[in-house]
């Protein structure tokens, strides 16, 4: 019996190891999902500024072109003036080249605007670029620590839960569930120390035949409060 104690005290011990081990793993892959959260982010304010900058471009496009048939229809029409015959005539080219340069006058501003808009992007674009690198640096850094604790935490994890199997193969069928069911019951806490009297897994006092039983190791005890599985430890 006082070996099936021992094992359980070790499988306890690792199980709160693999169980820490599992936490920090957790905790890791959680940061590291924020910082490529962090870094997508960034990324998608690029892309959407990227974006911007090549839909102004296009309608930039669209107002050159539109300034320069407007332009070319000056040009024209004011070709024509010299060869007008008729005073009316000559009144309705003149109101068209007027309409003409008015329209002429605000594609220029319509496209002095967009060149400043297309600065403006460019510049904030520039800036989130700067600032995607910088952030990209810092955070592949941190990367490289967490796969390499990942590695870490895989391989004990690993060589873990063969010591588990081992250790469970070595515990009755009965005893084995007790002890799974414990475990996640109790919040990965199914083997404690008794001490004076008292179980150390929920602090309650033993009643004394039980406590004396312990000294005997003929069976594995369990708390009457917990039902946690107990051990005699070693009195103040």
């Not at 008729?86 to 003149?94: D, F, G, H, M, R």
């Not at 033993?206 to 070693?234: D, I, M």
Request: proline content about 2%; charged content about 35%.
């Amino acid at each position: 019996m006082q070996e099936q104690l021992e094992l359980l005290k070790e499988l306890q011990e690792l199980d709160k190891t693999l169980h820490e081990s599992r936490g920090k793993r957790q905790t890791l892959e959680e940061e590291q999902a924020a910082l490529v959260a962090d870094l997508g982010r960034v990324q998608e304010m690029v892309d959407s500024l990227d974006a911007s900058i090549e839909e102004q471009r296009d309608q930039r496009g669209d107002l050159q072109q539109a300034l320069n048939l407007e332009q070319d229809n000056i040009g024209k029409a004011e070709g024509r003036l010299p060869a007008i015959k008729t005073q009316k005539e000559y009144v309705a080219v003149l109101k068209e080249i007027d309409t003409a340069k008015k329209l002429t006058k605000d594609l220029e501003e319509r496209t002095q605007a967009t060149d400043q808009e297309i600065a403006s992007l460019e510049a904030d674009r520039e800036e989130k670029a700067g600032e995607l690198a910088a952030l990209s640096e810092k955070i592949e850094g941190r990367r490289q620590e967490i796969r390499s604790a990942l590695g870490e935490i895989d391989e004990t994890l690993g060589s873990g839960d063969s010591r588990r199997e081992k250790l469970l193969s070595g515990l009755p069928s009965a005893l084995r569930k007790r002890y799974q069911l414990l475990l996640d019951r109790r919040q990965g806490l199914a083997v404690v120390e008794a001490r004076n009297g008292t179980c150390l897994g929920c602090n309650m006092q033993l009643p004394p035949q039980l406590f004396n039983s312990l000294f005997t190791a003929a069976e594995v005890k369990s708390c009457p409060h917990c039902n946690r599985l107990l051990y005699l430890g070693e009195a103040d």
